[in-house]
């Protein structure tokens, strides 16, 4: 099962996902010249990142996980 699965290897992701995400961030900035957030905004948006990937990983597609995943969506598509 898929979710078990993931479940499963969320343990060995967890202590990596903080440097993954701070890099995936770090190289958008350095591709997209509009990227204009500040320290504390990315903060807050690696953050949240964790918290998705976590919620995904734990595989408890609940309404705690579909409330957070349509907000991600909300935000992504104000700013564009």
Known sequence: DSRRDAAAIWPLIEPRISGII?????????????????????ARFRQGQQRHWRM????????RYCNSASMIGISHRELG
């Open 22 to 42: 701070k890099r995936s961030y770090r190289l958008v900035q350095l591709a997209d010249s509009d990227f204009a957030f500040g320290d504390a905004a990315i």
């Open 56 to 63: 995904l990983f734990e595989s408890r597609f609940d309404e």
